[in-house]
């Protein structure tokens, strides 16, 4: 059975925003069980699990002697190796799409939302951190307004639900409080149809059950 890493005590508060929530909710999707080796920040800093992940974060993945890092990567290594589940599409050219989808959710779509967090995280007492605080918001519209333009009145992405939209919807979840999804009633709609699917129902109960010091809820 693959197990991953995730915090001890995430700093989320069990909103299900750190990221082993997308790695979770992959296994789920794919049906696969799983183990969770639950790190405090000062062991993911110790060796044992640099070995796992050189840059001492969560959430990592071990399957036999196969050791991933990178959420991106080990989702897509889900994807892959549990066919059937239909997180990639069998048409290549549709896979490739997907695929194409998840690299934007991680590369286009998070940084102006990972700065907007930070900012507000660790700015708040800066003297510009209100200016700031408008250009990182109006970024983030940016982007969710060209998102908002491609997904149209489509359900998912790009035909059915897939990898790329996991990964989108989970990075757009991150943007919860801040008041700016709803400035976009399809991307609003998107994310809320994802948050209904049952496997992320199960991955969120799981991560939120750590928070509250409870055993994970029966997964049947
Ligand atoms: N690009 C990485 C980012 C991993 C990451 O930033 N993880 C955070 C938790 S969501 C973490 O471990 N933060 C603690 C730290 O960096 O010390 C991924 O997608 O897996």
Same mark, same amino acid.
């Given at each position: ?23 979770? +909710? ?20 110790? *060796? ?5 992940? *050189? ?24 994807? /892959? ?10 048409? *290549? ?7 194409? +989808? ?25 003297? +510009? ?26 359900? +998912? ?33 998107? /994310? ?24 994970? *809820?029966?997964?049947?």
């Amino acid at each position: 059975m693959p197990t991953i890493t995730a915090f001890e005590r995430s700093p989320d508060r069990g909103r299900g925003l750190a990221r082993d929530m997308r790695v979770r +909710w992959a296994l789920e999707e794919t049906g696969q069980d799983y183990d969770v080796r639950l790190l405090s920040f000062e062991a993911m800093k110790q *060796p044992q699990h640099l070995a796992r992940h *050189p840059f001492g974060q969560i959430p990592t993945y071990e399957d036999g002697d196969l050791v991933l890092f990178e959420s991106g990567a080990i989702v897509l290594h889900l994807a /892959v190796r549990h066919a059937g589940s239909g997180l990639l599409p069998e048409d *290549p050219d549709a896979r490739a799409r997907a695929i194409a +989808w998840m690299f934007a959710a991680l590369n286009t779509v998070e940084p102006p939302i990972v700065e907007l967090s930070m900012a507000g995280i660790l700015e708040r007492d800066k003297p +510009w951190y209100e200016a700031r605080l408008r250009m990182l918001r109006d970024r983030v519209r940016t982007r969710l307004e060209q998102l908002s333009n491609r997904l149209g009145k489509d359900e +998912w992405l790009d035909g059915a639900f897939s990898a790329g939209d996991l990964m989108m919807i989970a990075v757009l979840l991150r943007l919860r409080s801040s008041g700016l999804l709803e400035e976009f009633d399809n991307v609003a709609a998107y /994310v809320a149809r994802g948050e209904a699917r049952p496997a992320y129902q199960r991955a969120f109960a799981a991560q939120r059950a750590v928070f509250q010091g409870l055993d994970a *809820p029966d997964r049947n």
